[in-house]
């Protein structure tokens, strides 16, 4: 109970995994003795058995098991990167939209330009979006984001594309190697925010075709067929250019 | 419980009026992911009852006096649609609907990880399409598989299940007639992997032995209804898009 047998030697790409089984769990579910072994996410300990605590697939990884969520919601951690819409503007800070449970706060001071206080707006205004990073999470969920740092600005033109918080790791694929291919096919500029959201940016063509490529890779990204249908996604691009 | 009736619950040889043992439920058929808005959402059919969970979150907490500075709050609302019934029920909340989101959502925060998200909200949704007794332990259910496909953490998938008395005899799962005019009902909320009880109700009077013999029943009840949760859960992503 709970095995998933990879049929016709099916790879799971978001994590790289070439095994030919892989573990659902469910809440609730026993995964084995902790002796040795490290909890990490989506398992908690209790009387020396790892008990999983999410529905997804269980990982062992430097000896450290886990839970790689079937769905989820975006958590912040501070270093992120992340495509945010503003939300809200008052004198001297931004509300920002950033997919997760709570907005994520911008003040002035961390901002790319020099604002004067109640002159926000001018830089920014509600629907804006920029690519910034997280800067600080508390342990209440307070989030502070800063838009100063190599590359941090508005996003003035695009297009932004939502995919799901689990799946941002098999649309980069590994060392970026997928997301690099998109954007050598889409001939498109193309940033994935750890909130799963998606900058591209280029002709309406590549837009159109990277957003339904990213489509793509999310629905099924870890079949055996992914490949066959990325190839002949990029023929048919290269065909119409 | 309608009360004390002359109406025969027991047959002449012990079983009950739809041919079930005593020990016996009714059939549970569960589906999870039925509803593509929520975040997660189940579909539980126990018997004649159906019972759909919806979850969204987590989410900010509105309004913020409810907010939480070290953990989640969840919020129930459980109704029964108009139609569930064989007479209509008024749309909208009422003092059993209130009372039911109440301890639905006291036995829900017992087995969420609540800790993981401070000052958040997570709000769950249960309506009733068909009633037919045990609706508030369908909901229970159907909110568990809810949040487990919302990948919200838990310690346990939380299982509902009701035992109660007709005729001086200890029964599982009570129907309709037995829920009417028997003489207690034994509703709780149970974690079948560690044994705890998160939720329970006691409507009627029981003796300590039946008492013990109704959570027997419910134990082996809540086993069997486990396993249909996991086997829901596995069976919408074994072989899907995930």
């Not at chain 1, 002159?119 to 600080?136: F, I, P, S, Y």
């Not at chain 2, 086997?231 to 899907?240: D, K, P, S, T, V």
Request: proline share 4%.
């Amino acid at each position: 109970m709970g095995c998933r047998f990879a049929m016709d030697g099916e790879k799971r790409m978001s994590q790289g995994q070439t095994g030919a089984e892989q573990r659902l769990v469910t809440p609730g579910m026993a995964i084995g003795p902790s002796a040795g072994k490290r909890a990490g996410s989506g398992i908690i300990t209790e009387q020396d058995t790892m008990i999983a605590t999410q529905l997804g697939w269980l990982q062992e990884k430097n000896n450290t098991m886990s839970v790689h969520p079937i769905h989820s919601a975006y958590m912040p951690r501070s270093g992120d990167l992340i495509v945010a819409n503003v939300a809200e503007v008052r004198n001297n800070l931004w509300f920002m939209d950033i997919n997760g449970a709570f907005q994520g706060l911008l003040p002035m001071s961390l901002a790319p330009w020099k604002v004067e206080f109640g002159a926000a707006r001018q830089h920014m205004d509600v629907g804006n979006v920029v690519l910034a990073r997280v800067q600080e999470v508390d342990e209440c969920h307070n989030v502070v984001l800063t838009m100063k740092g190599v590359g941090l600005r508005r996003l003035n033109q695009g297009a932004v594309e939502n995919i799901p918080v689990q799946h941002v790791d098999r649309v980069r694929g590994e060392g970026n190697s997928l997301l690099q291919r998109l954007r050598d096919a889409s001939d498109c500029r193309i940033m994935v925010g750890e909130n799963g959201r998606v900058w591209i940016d280029g002709d309406s063509n590549g837009i159109a075709w990277a957003r339904k490529a990213l489509k793509m890779v999310a629905n099924k990204g870890h079949t055996t067929e992914f490949e066959a249908i990325l190839a002949e996604m990029e023929q048919e691009k290269k065909g119409d250019a | 419980m309608g009360g004390y009736g002359d109406v025969q619950l027991l047959r002449e040889d012990g079983s009950r009026l739809d041919g079930r043992k005593l020990d016996e439920m009714r059939p549970v058929k569960i589906e999870a992911g039925v509803l593509p808005a929520a975040d997660g959402s189940a579909m539980v059919t126990h018997g004649l009852n159906v019972a759909v969970a919806a979850v969204y979150g987590p989410m900010e907490a509105h309004p913020r006096k409810i907010q939480r500075q070290d953990r989640a709050v969840i919020d129930v609302r459980y109704n029964m649609a108009p139609f569930s019934t064989s007479d209509r029920i008024r749309p909208g909340f009422n003092r059993r609907s209130r009372e039911i989101s109440k301890v639905t959502a006291e036995a829900l925060e017992s087995v969420v990880l609540v800790e993981l998200y401070p000052r958040s909200k997570i709000r769950v949704e249960i309506e009733i399409l068909a009633a037919e007794a045990g609706t508030r332990c369908a909901g229970i259910t159907a909110a568990a598989v809810a949040l487990a496909d919302a990948g919200i953490p838990m310690r346990d998938l939380i299982v509902g299940v009701a035992s109660g008395k007709i005729e001086d005899t200890v029964v599982l799962d009570l129907d309709k007639a037995e829920d009417n005019y028997g003489q207690a009902d034994l509703p709780v909320g149970i974690l079948p992997n560690t044994g705890e009880i998160a939720f329970l109700q006691m409507d009627g009077d029981l003796s300590p032995d039946e008492y013990n013999l109704a959570m027997e029943y419910n134990f082996k009840a809540a086993k069997e209804i486990h396993e249909v949760m996991v086997e829901a859960l596995q069976r919408r992503y074994q072989g899907g898009d995930v």
